[in-house]
């Protein structure tokens, strides 16, 4: 236990102490209509945080090659970059659930790819799940993970790896692409998916996939009336210079570390910091 209150925020957490939430845990809060958090992280540090703060799922988001190796798309990111971030979140955390996402290129070949590439992530990670994106065409994907008892996460509407075919970082589904993604939604539910990520949808049709699945839905841009909510933590920290529409500021962690890292600097300088009570004698 750290400093951090030990009060969880999420009943889905709660009832899950002193183990790791389950792909049962999350089924069972949707049969009880309980929402529950999600947020990214990608490394220890970050995890532990979260996990004592009693976040029930953490993504390792293949958002990290934005966020964390500073590509301007996730498209460049690969599964030996995300390996050893995600090993760091598991080892950092306790009692959440942590969901490796597959990145662009590492299963969308076939079948047997994606089961090589989600193995790789549960034997050398120790990831609980993958996420990987799309509809109809990852089916088959998404059964034979499930066929070899690996929990899937889906993911619809605004697909990032997809950002060149959809021309930029749009809203999805709207009008008759919203009947498609329902289809798609519906069928991704049927291959045994135990949740699926909506993002960048409007609130309208994000509410009727919920009602309409049996499983989860997880919404980024996807309005109020999701299972749970998802955020990249450097969106909801306020360290992305130009955070998109649907994200809430929860701190100013990039105004935070200038104000720190500026007091560091003018201490050093001025020969204040350090003084015998950090030095050794
Ligand atoms: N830091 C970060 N946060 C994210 O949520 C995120 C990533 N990175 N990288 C991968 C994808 C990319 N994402 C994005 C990026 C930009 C917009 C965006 O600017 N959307 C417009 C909507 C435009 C419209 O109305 O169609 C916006 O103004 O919010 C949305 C999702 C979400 N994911
Ligand atoms: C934003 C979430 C859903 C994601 O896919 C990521 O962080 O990569
Ligand atoms: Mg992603």
Not at 79 to 84: A, E, H, R, S, T
Not at 97 to 116: C, H, I, K, N
Not at 215 to 236: E, F, K, M, R, S
Request: one cysteine or more.
């Amino acid at each position: 236990m750290s400093s951090v209150s030990a009060v969880s925020t999420s009943a889905l957490y709660g009832g899950a102490a002193g183990r790791r939430v389950t792909v049962r845990d999350i089924a069972a809060a949707k049969e009880r209509h309980e929402k529950w958090p999600m947020v990214t992280a990608y490394d220890a540090m970050t995890a532990r945080v979260f996990d004592e703060a009693g976040i029930p799922v953490l993504l390792v988001g293949d958002s990290a090659a934005m966020v964390v190796y500073g590509y301007d798309s996730t498209l460049p990111v690969t599964v030996d970059d995300l390996i050893p971030l995600t090993a760091a979140v598991v080892r950092g955390s306790s009692r959440a659930m942590v969901v490796a996402d597959l990145p662009f290129g590492s299963y969308q070949a076939s079948p047997q790819q994606a089961l090589e590439t989600a193995a790789r992530f549960m034997k050398e990670a120790g990831a609980h799940a993958v996420k990987l994106e799309g509809g109809h065409r990852v089916l088959p994907q998404v059964e034979m993970l499930v066929s070899a008892g690996i929990p899937v996460m889906a993911h619809l509407g605004l697909t990032p790896q997809s950002v060149n075919a959809f021309g930029g970082y749009r809203v999805q589904g709207r009008g008759q692409a919203g009947d498609e993604l329902m289809a798609d939604a519906k069928a991704l539910e049927h291959a045994g998916a135990f949740a699926v990520v909506l993002e960048c949808v409007p609130s309208d049709l994000a509410a009727r996939v919920t009602t309409s699945l049996s499983i989860p839905t997880v919404g980024i841009g996807a309005g109020p009336c999701t299972d749970a909510q998802v955020l990249v933590w450097q969106d909801l920290m306020g360290l992305t210079p130009q955070p998109a529409k649907f994200v809430k500021k929860y701190f100013d962690l990039a105004g935070e570390m200038d104000r720190a890292v500026r007091a560091y600097a003018d201490e050093v300088v001025s020969g204040v910091f350090p003084t015998p009570e950090h030095s050794y004698r």
